[in-house]
């Protein structure tokens, strides 16, 4: 979703920051269902130092940012609600809060990310929880009617979005459920999301994170990163598609660029490969494949190294190279072929930042998205190419929160009278 | 890839016979150097001493076997590797050294087997060497070897002039994966990147998702699929353009972001369209960011994911052009197959000094490039996969720029591109075939000894039309079409039938005629007054043609010239035998010697036409020297000097001359209609020059906007 929705061919010049990124909040006032008074807003204020300032607030606190594939929905769950407040809310209200936060799964689709929670949160000087919901893009006319059917309306609250589905979904949200988007730059809400989360920190632990010795086995281990000097850093959001940022200061941003072979290909195309159904499964069914059987290799072809290149035999010469061959087709498992296609899309990734990298003279990479979400063999893939092939001088680091969720806690305050 | 070369035997005398052999990860390029016997008229002059000269014929012509050298190269399917092997078994001659020169991933796979077969040892070469190796060799050695795909144009290819300088250059090979290689010079190179995303990912996902098995029927899938029903668009996120990025919502988003779910069937020609964009936007995408980064816009993209197809050149161009905003094109190479290949020959032959010589496409032996006519394309497409062929004629010389060329990096020598322009291309093509009965007949009456002449003639005329038939549907096979091209491919079927000179008795008999003439049409001349005998001078190097003296007002600047310092050095391009070169520009040349100026006279290497070539240009210059006391002496104190082209062609490419202008050559005479007309018409000088012919053609003559037979006069200063 969201600005990782845009792939290739889309240029090599992003916008640059400002102009392109101006916060998509020109259409907010326009409707009728709008009420300005629940607004939240965030100030920036330098260096990287976040102050949180409710002007006043109407809850609930929702996010949305509604991508290609997924929908990411963020809840501030309250839980220093007083007495007076209890007393006020109204019931659907009420009943949406337990909804919420009672059930893990919602419908058939909906599912509820627990081991992202992040408690205690102090946002615009409410404590409370932030709940982490997501569910499938095609799934979005229903969640409208539902919506519709709960009176969400009536709530008189905004509902903050981004991705590209905010502009998509626009008209339906206003005809079918009486409620006026408040649209947000992706682009601006992703790098300040990068930048807040990593103040606030995950339940206290370090949000950002890198591996250490990637290229060896044995001794790579997952260490926190200290993301205080942040700049300049590239930041990579693999969605369905890949978009590339590069980030000089937090007002100083610019697409780069950005390519079409993201999670939504390796999904799409193991769906076609294996038949799975899910994006869970086709991580599962990967995580038990050898790709070495479905992709022709450097050693496949010259013996060992290619040494006029410096090329070592273990690297991948041709994705899906074995499979021109009828037999080698014959021979793999769709656990094979699902690796092969997680390894092929994670590869093309690393090589793309990394000459990104380069041209920008950038050498810390963070890569987020929902890609990575339970993705461990990307996460250490794209740890280990980097390293590898820039000889140690770039560094790829991690979040713990996809950052689309993150996208929302600045939606969600972000207002500006 | 597996490249393999023959050392050639260091026995005097003997016939090296090179053979490289090079097998990519699913085609074998078979490439081998041999020697060709094929006959040559040569003259030579007879002892005259004590002889009735009269009665004789000038010269005597023989018909001999010449050796010379020419590199083959064909391609087929991997699977036949041990029908290649046999091949080049049943074909090695005097190889004493037991050694095959192999490269690439091929060399490894098959080393035994080659080893085994041939009873051979198997040295290996570096692929990427000889890959960079034969793209210098072709962007050097081959015109028109360059060229943009331009989609919706009715010339989808734009070839390019030769660049005198052909570094630094990008190149990218989509072989089953990609390499992007830096070439900086002859022998600099660099591999900067790659990518595993490549010709193998297209075939074998490809292959996966559709059962479809060849590469070949991949394309043909994916020319017909619509990739916006798999493909995620820009609108299909949006609903719209995304404004803030300014995002077009036809860009993909995500690749097979529309084929996430298991309930629904996509059809195969969809998925095939939509992997075909992802694979070859990753690759431009790449490959822009490497030129960004090196700061390079030339971009030349081969190996067999490119090779010939257009719908992938289309989709890279398109690609590269997207990613670069129009700042770098993608180029593409006519012969890219045999780039490993051909470097892999010139490897092997690196204690030849492949410097020493240059090289000619052979029109006659080569198949060309293959039509993109989707109604043309699945019959040839498989025969051209299987038989492809490339012939390279080796000249013993290496050929150069001419120096005087104001600008060689803009010279082009033909004066109408028959590719662009269709209402030609249609006049001219059909002007070759009705030409080509006769054709065919003067080349059989030309050797009335001979009991399978007429054989051999029927087989020129089969092979010759069915070119020209191949040429109406894809003008741009064999590079830029010309009125060049189309004569130079007509000499080359004729020598392949060994026809070497058709016009060797007619040239001989024309010779003699005027050569009697000689002295009479000198006194004339000398009888003139000087203004009446510069006139007459260039009407005779008009060759006494139907003269209409319309170009008067150019010939007085000529004129007032003339009346000047005399030229240093005057460099003239002969054009036919008898009167033409004997009463037409004998005594032009004698003009010039007498005021001063001396005479480089270049005349053709090998026959063509009518043409006067050098052998015959030394007999008759011999015999004009022994009437003609100004020619003797000019001779004799090397005022006259006789050089040869390095040409076979009855036009004139100034680009790969022999001729190198020794002596301050100040003044340029190229005559002729091939040489003056056809090519050369624009060529801009740093020199004077004077072009001369007579229209003898009607269509051309109304095209330059004069009438048939009238007189092209230009002389041309520089501007200073």
Not at chain 1, 238 to 261: P, Q
């Amino acid at each position: 979703g969201a600005k990782g929705d845009q792939g290739a061919p889309c240029g090599s010049e992003g916008t640059a920051g400002g102009s392109g990124c101006a916060p998509g909040n020109r259409d907010r006032r326009r409707g009728n269902g709008l009420r300005l008074a629940p607004a939240q807003l965030f100030l920036f204020h330098p260096p990287q130092q976040f102050t949180l300032c409710l002007l006043s607030a109407v809850f609930p606190w929702f996010g949305l940012d509604i991508g290609g594939t997924l929908v990411k929905l963020v809840y501030f769950e309250p839980k220093d609600i007083t007495a007076e407040e209890e007393e006020e809310e109204v019931e659907n209200l009420k009943s949406i809060r337990k909804y919420l936060t009672s059930n893990v799964a919602y419908g058939s689709t909906g599912i509820r990310d627990v081991h992202l929670e992040l408690r205690e949160l102090t946002l615009c000087g409410r404590k409370g929880n932030l709940h982490f919901i997501r569910f499938p893009t095609h799934d979005m006319p229903a969640f409208i009617q539902m919506g519709s059917e709960k009176h969400f309306s009536s709530l008189h609250t905004t509902l903050c979005a981004t991705g590209g589905g905010a502009y998509k979904f626009e008209q339906d949200f206003r005809t079918m459920g009486d409620l006026e988007l408040c649209k947000l730059d992706e682009l601006d809400c992703l790098v300040k999301g990068v930048l807040y989360i990593d103040s606030v920190g995950f339940n206290g632990r370090s949000e950002c994170y890198y591996f250490e010795n990637p290229t060896d086995a044995e001794r790579c281990q997952k260490l926190p990163f200290n993301l205080e000097n942040p700049y300049p850093l590239l930041l990579v959001n693999i969605g369905s598609g890949v978009s590339i940022l590069a980030v000089y200061s937090k007002d100083n941003y610019k697409r780069v660029t950005g390519t079409s072979l993201g999670g939504g290909t390796f999904f799409g195309l193991c769906c076609l490969l294996t038949g799975c159904s899910t994006f869970e499964e086709a991580l599962e069914m990967a995580s038990h494949g050898d790709s070495t059987k479905v992709d022709k290799l450097v050693r496949d072809i010259y013996g060992g190294d290619y040494e006029r290149f410096g090329l070592p035999g273990w690297a991948v010469a041709s994705s899906f190279g074995n499979m021109m061959s009828k037999e080698k087709r014959d021979s793999v498992s769709k656990e094979d072929l699902a690796r092969a296609t997680l390894i092929t899309i994670t590869n093309n990734i690393g090589s793309i930042a990394r000459m990104c990298a380069l041209n920008e003279n950038i050498n810390r990479v963070v890569f987020v998205g929902n890609f990575l979400r339970i993705n461990t063999i990307s996460m250490r893939l794209l740890a280990y190419a980097l390293d590898y092939w820039s000889k140690g001088q770039l560094k790829a680091l991690f979040l713990e929160h996809e950052v689309k969720f993150l996208f929302k806690i600045c939606l969600m305050a972000k207002y500006k009278s | 890839k597996m490249l393999c070369h023959f050392s050639p035997s260091g026995a005097a005398g003997s016939t090296p016979v090179k053979i490289p052999a090079g097998a990519g990860g699913s085609l074998t390029k078979l490439a081998y150097y041999s020697t060709v016997q094929h006959k040559v008229a040569r003259v030579r002059s007879f002892d005259h001493s004590g002889k009735d000269i009269d009665n004789e014929p000038l010269y005597e012509i023989s018909v001999q076997e010449e050796i010379t050298a020419r590199l083959h190269f064909i391609k087929f399917e991997n699977t036949y590797i041990e029908t290649c092997l046999d091949f080049i078994k049943d074909h090695l001659v005097n190889t004493e050294t037991k050694v095959i020169k192999a490269t690439g991933g091929g060399a490894y796979k098959f080393k035994d087997l080659i080893e085994k077969k041939l009873g051979l040892k198997v040295d290996k070469e570096d692929v990427m060497t000889c890959l960079i190796k034969g793209c210098n060799f072709v962007l050097r050695n081959i015109p028109h070897e360059v060229f943009a795909y331009q989609k919706d144009s009715d010339t989808e290819f734009r070839f390019q002039t030769n660049h005198p300088n052909i570094f630094p250059y990008l190149l990218v090979n989509i072989g089953s994966g990609v390499s992007i290689v830096k070439v900086e010079s002859e022998d600099k190179f660099e591999w900067i990147g790659g990518s595993s995303i490549g010709g193998g990912t297209f075939w074998g996902l490809g292959a996966l998702l559709t059962k479809t098995k060849k590469f070949d029927e991949l394309l043909q899938l994916a020319s017909k699929g619509q990739h916006t029903n798999v493909d995620m668009l820009v609108k299909d996120v949006y609903g719209g353009a995304c404004q803030t990025l300014g995002l077009s919502g036809n860009l993909i988003a995500s690749s097979f972001g529309k084929s996430t779910t298991a309930d629904k069937e996509f059809s195969k020609e969809d998925m095939a369209k939509s992997l075909l964009h992802m694979i070859s936007n990753d690759i431009g995408q790449l490959a822009c960011l490497h030129a960004k980064l090196h700061n390079l816009d030339k971009i030349y993209f081969g190996g067999f994911f490119i090779r010939g197809h257009p719908v992938t050149m289309r989709t890279i161009t398109y690609s590269i052009n997207f990613f670069s905003k129009g700042e770098v094109q993608a180029l593409f190479l006519r012969h890219e197959g045999y780039l490993g290949a051909i470097g892999a020959f010139l490897k092997g032959a690196e204690q030849d000094n492949p410097n020493q010589y240059s090289w000619g496409e052979n029109y006659a032996g080569s198949s060309g490039l293959m039509s993109t006519s989707p109604d043309v394309s699945p019959l040839q497409r498989t025969r051209s996969g299987t038989f492809d062929m490339l012939e390279m004629d080796r000249l013993e010389r290496p050929l150069v720029n001419l120096p005087l060329l104001k600008d060689p990096s803009t010279y082009i020598p033909d004066t109408v591109d028959l590719t662009d322009d269709a209402m030609a291309r249609k006049y001219w093509l059909t002007c070759f075939e009705e030409a080509l009965d006769g054709v065919a007949k003067r080349a059989a009456a030309s050797q009335p000894d001979s009991v399978d002449a007429q054989e051999r003639a029927e087989k020129f005329r089969q092979k010759y039309w069915n070119k020209l038939q191949t040429l109406r549907q894809q003008p741009f096979a064999y590079g830029t079409l010309t009125v060049r091209s189309l004569l130079d491919t007509r000499e080359h079927c004729l020598n392949e039938f060994s026809f070497p000179d058709p016009y060797s008795k007619v040239k001989q008999k024309e010779n003699g005629i005027a050569l009697k003439c000689f002295q009479s049409v000198i006194e004339s001349l000398d009888s003139l007054g000087w203004e009446e005998r510069q006139f007459a001078l260039v009407k005779g190097l008009l060759a006494g043609n139907v003269f209409d003296w319309g170009a008067k007002a150019v010939s007085d600047q000529w004129l007032e010239r003339l009346k000047g310092p005399p030229h240093k050095c005057a460099l003239i391009f002969a054009d036919n035998s008898g009167i033409d070169i004997i009463l037409g520009v004998f005594p032009f040349v004698r003009e010039l010697l007498s005021r001063g100026t001396e005479v480089i006279l270049a005349c053709n290497s090998g026959p063509a036409l009518n043409d006067v070539t050098y052998s015959e240009s030394l007999i008759v210059t011999e015999r004009i020297a022994a009437m003609d006391p100004v020619i003797h002496s000019a001779l004799r104190d090397e005022k006259l000097l006789l050089v040869q082209t390095g040409s076979s062609s009855p036009c004139l490419d100034l680009s790969v001359a022999a001729v190198v202008a020794e002596r301050q050559t100040d003044l340029v005479v190229i005559e002729g209609m091939g040489r003056a007309i056809h090519t050369n018409y624009y060529a801009v000088l740093r020199c004077e020059s004077l072009k001369l012919a007579v229209i003898k053609n009607s269509w051309l003559a109304d095209r330059l906007g004069g009438k048939i037979f009238s007189v092209i006069f230009k002389y041309e200063v520089p501007c200073k």
